[in-house]
């Protein structure tokens, strides 16, 4: 009886192999993944290899001081991030590539890592984040509201070239770097130094408490603070307004402050920024400054938790527990000062505005995010001082 | 006896896994397979991975009308296109993403499908086809002759940003979708809408007879109708001259119809189009008219069948059934005419071609093309109303 | 006993099902593979798939006449090469496709090899090497210095369109293609014809005794050699300065012609090239001459060889043989001598440069160096005829 069991079990599998090929590796044992995206790793931690993209395609409709075009609504729709992402390790290195699909393609991410020392200093070379406050740092994949905060996206020092030592625990997350601002009339480098630290006085599961401050000098860089106002309206971002402080075709130094503030409870979450910054223009004599703050709290309807990464100290998605997906709102209060006297010029003065969304995470894939927009302006900008928006994404993400 | 055969079926597993790693999957048992390309796809159909690409490499020469300099011949070597593709699904959403590599890069399609409601109701965001006429309709991989027909050209909707409903069963094929055209002078969203109808009357195995109605109606367009005359003349496609009919730097609302008709029996097909459209020139007074159609009939030698696919219900590729692959011969008829009364300026108002061409399908990889094509224009264009040229392509698509 | 062996081995399969997947392929058997990157390939040979890259981030500070402003020294970080890599082959036809991310995305490379007469004749369509010079048409990513030679780099054929032919076996390597190198005014196809042919009277494992010689005659190009001075000065090129004689805005015939001799013999290898050439200007009744040559001298002080491909004939990489990986000593002395008489414009003259410099090859992803370069020139181009350069590279290619 015994025997005969036996049999059919190895039967099975002959005619297993008689209908369908082996798959083998030629050194260690792989295992691999796809849930959408692809990945292959050896079961010895020591290789991996991955495929993954994201493609967020929103609608935007807006109105008043939004529009670039006084008097008038705008609308669009128009791909947001469209990315093709390939990373992998081999031993203590890894590499990711993120490559943007729009506006004619460029780089997004492409760096290397050094992962040798242990998780608390772990070196990136590369175009990379330059992690400076808690809304930028997180992937766009995962924030909460469609466009970050209004001060979020004034003070964002971007992905840039550059060196960063990073590295986490439990309890702390740190990050410092140079990066390439841009190249002066001599062909020199011109470059920002820029740091990052992260405290948890409580981290349980998905539970957290946040606290964080960040510096960031940058040379050489556009005498310019700016900020869309809640919409991107476009592609290349033109369709839209923005309040700005600047002297037009001057360069100077820049030097940039922010506090962070977060807790996740279950599914309820606070946090908040405060930004502060000042350019001294070359050789004008002027200096141009700006503030701003958020405040963010949102709750998760169907009682996931949203996740946090501590090796970046930023929020991660929703993970939906149940087949009709994860549901959250959020609302959002922004509020950015960039008014400067002359020779600056000033559009806005100062710019508030009021963000309520709700986010659909229906699988592993898909996120739906609807959010509206209230926008106003101390000044206004084409007779407008006004305006508001409705903001619409369809997100994969594999 | 039995025992020994275990005992030794056992060894050869352990050998096995002793001069080879193994391959599992942390979740699902999965599939995977190249034949050029890579694919994954767990058992269970829930989730898929595919990269796949195309290069199309061509070799054009013509001569007459169908060089942009008069009283020359041109000639060309060129990439028509290249592409990388990656696609997947997870559950009830698929997506799609295929990049230009040629010109500096850019997005062919990227978009993502819901699949939940079954086969009559596919649900596609993104940019994507939007399904008018056959010809178009059909993959560029996968139509018969190297450039589609004059009419086809003409009235070639595109791939653009829009959310479209799809189904089809074995008897008929629907698509009706909205899509972005451009953006106004006031940063408004203008939008195409547009709509395709296909009924099978006989449909068994490789034998089809198609026949199908489209109509589309676009705002915010450019006042212009226009072809090349059979050849691509590079890859920017400057160097060929074109039949075109328009009012230069304005916009209209265009309407566009087509009749599609077609039968695949065995070896042999046929297939034809009829096109009309009309502009309204926007505050001009004047409308811009054209009509046009082509006739094509193909025999495939060897005697394997045309694929054709029910889902968007145009052809797709021969399969050879030997080592020597299959050979294809086909002759198509193309009319296209844009004759209109001043303020419409005019090149070449009437166009004729003749498409000879011969395609071997040498395995699941390449398919090699030559195709000769004659052309006549009613009115000389650069003094010129007659040409010929040869295509030649080679084409690798995993 | 035994038959509890087997019930123990059948049940240690069943536990092994019960917490991972299975992975099966839909046809022949396949193995797969990640050290980085991923691939798969059928067992009996037929079918494979490969997705790979590079990324080389480089610093550069150079002052002198290297930099292109004059009296300024001049420093940059950049990609000096990014690209993903994806490639395959099915029977009989193979693929490449390698596309270039930096500055905006291009096609590097773009073909399909025809394999079926044979390694001693291989038929190459696309965008491809033309193969002209040893330095020139090894990869970017084990040239042993950062940068080229003076003389590789005015020379150099590049990437282009066309069809070659190629092979190889252990004694001898040759190519000879035609190639694509413009469109002329009457959009007609300019060409270069260009061969090489390869012997080695010497061949063990990783010894190799290399000589070669290269011809190439290329109608309707640029009046111009040129040479950057060591440094790349940027992502684009335009911080470093460059030797060069032209006449500006015309195009003429080019014939260029090179030796190549290069020895490896355990740790150890030499190479050496010489190029010569000259441009007949259209219309102008002036030819450009060009000539020059350089030396190389190299080390691994950890006693791994250099590889060497004989299907290409070039060199490879160094596989570093133990955990601290391998490290390289190399020096060379390069000379390009640009001098004509008016009415050809001429920067320079003549150039001299000495590289030295280490590279570190960590394991099988990343490689890191370190060169020092020293130029001069005959003649000062901005009031300097002396520079000197540090550069250094981190490389990951997978």
């Given at each position: 009886m015994k025997q005969t069991a036996i049999a059919l079990a190895i039967a099975s599998l002959s005619t297993l192999t008689a209908t369908a090929g082996t798959v083998t590796s030629d050194g260690a044992d792989i295992v691999i993944k796809t849930n959408?995206?692809f990945e292959a790793k050896t079961t010895d931690g ?353």
């Amino acid at each position: 009886m015994k025997q005969t069991a036996i049999a059919l079990a190895i039967a099975s599998l002959s005619t297993l192999t008689a209908t369908a090929g082996t798959v083998t590796s030629d050194g260690a044992d792989i295992v691999i993944k796809t849930n959408g995206g692809f990945e292959a790793k050896t079961t010895d931690g020591l290789y991996s290899f991955k495929v993954g993209g994201r493609i967020q395609a929103d609608y935007n409709d807006y109105d008043g001081v939004i529009n670039a075009v006084p008097g008038e609504s705008g609308s669009d729709a128009f791909f947001r991030r469209a990315r093709l992402e390939v990373k992998g390790h081999a031993k203590d290195w890894g590499y990711l590539m993120s490559y943007n699909l729009t506006s004619g393609g460029s780089i997004d991410q492409l760096h290397t890592t050094y992962t040798g020392w242990g998780k608390l200093a772990n070196l990136t070379v590369g175009q990379q984040k330059e992690n400076f406050g808690l809304d930028d740092t997180g992937s766009s994949n995962w924030t909460t509201a469609i466009e970050r905060a209004l001060p979020a996206n004034a003070f964002d020092a971007g992905n840039n070239l550059g060196i960063k030592l990073h590295g986490a625990n439990d309890l702390l997350s740190y990050s410092v770097g140079a990066f390439k601002t841009g190249i002066d009339s001599d062909n020199d480098l011109d470059s920002a130094l820029t740091g990052r630290f992260v405290v948890r006085p409580y981290l349980d599961g998905g539970n957290v408490v946040h606290l964080g401050i960040g510096a960031t000098r940058r040379d050489g860089v556009a005498a310019d603070y700016n900020s869309r106002l809640g919409a991107r309206g476009g592609e290349d971002g033109t369709g839209a307004g923005r309040v700005r402080a600047r002297i037009a075709n001057t360069l100077g130094d820049r030097e940039d402050y922010n506090l962070e503030a977060a807790a996740n409870l279950g599914p309820f979450h606070v946090m908040a920024e405060y930004f502060d910054g000042e350019i001294d223009v070359d050789g004008v004599g002027a200096t141009i400054e700006a503030d701003g703050y958020y405040l963010q709290a949102g709750w998760v309807l169907t009682g996931e938790s949203r996740g946090y990464k501590t090796d970046i100290a930023a929020f991660d998605g929703v993970k939906p527990a149940s087949a009709g997906g994860a549901w959250e709102l959020f609302a959002r209060f922004d509020a950015l000062d960039v008014a400067n006297p002359a020779p600056i010029s000033v559009a806005g003065e100062k710019a508030d505005s009021i963000t309520l969304g709700v986010n659909w995470y229906l699988n592993s894939l898909v996120k739906v995010s609807l959010n509206y927009v209230d926008v106003g302006t101390d000044r206004a900008i084409g007779g407008e001082d006004e305006g508001d928006a409705l903001l619409a994404r369809l997100q994969v993400a594999f």
